[in-house]
């Protein structure tokens, strides 16, 4: 999957259309951001399409996920006032197998969006070998 692969009109398509949102990811996250380390936030709109990207640069392996959590929490509520949805991505080098770490990451997501009180509309890594998806969480992350 690839930014190329784009369709024309994809800021038309809501982002859970099957393949769209690793793509909108892998173009919101760049070639430096992911050497850098980062973390990528696609603000979803009720629509379900991208309404704001949003990346934090220099997240490098030295960051604990753990650190991020108020701050997500807080996205993940104001994005949930507005009915809408986030797409999580984690943007680092190397290899586009999941590690330890990257789970952590992953985790850290979930927590925000569910201690939030939104939606997780997907969570993707981004490395210098493309974009994958996380596995779904078996769970809705969406509070009750």
Partial sequence: MSFHDLPENWRDLPLDTPGLAADVADLVVG??????????????????RM???????????????QEFLP?????????????????????????????????????MAINACRDGGGTLLGAFLAT??????????????RAS
């Fill in 71 to 107: 701050f997500l929490t807080q996205v993940c509520g104001m994005v949930a006032d507005t009915d809408g949805s986030l797409i999580f991505v984690r943007g680092r080098p190397g290899s586009a197998l999941l590690t330890d770490v990257d789970r952590r990451w992953h985790q």
């Fill in 31 to 48: 070639d430096e951001d992911r050497s850098n380390g980062c973390v990528g936030l696609i603000l979803v709109g009720p629509d379900r």
């Fill in 51 to 65: 309404t704001q990207p949003c990346l934090v640069n220099d997240v490098d392996e030295a960051v604990e996920p």
């Fill in 128 to 141: 210098d070998s493309g974009v994958r998806a996380f596995p779904q969480a078996w769970t809705g992350v």
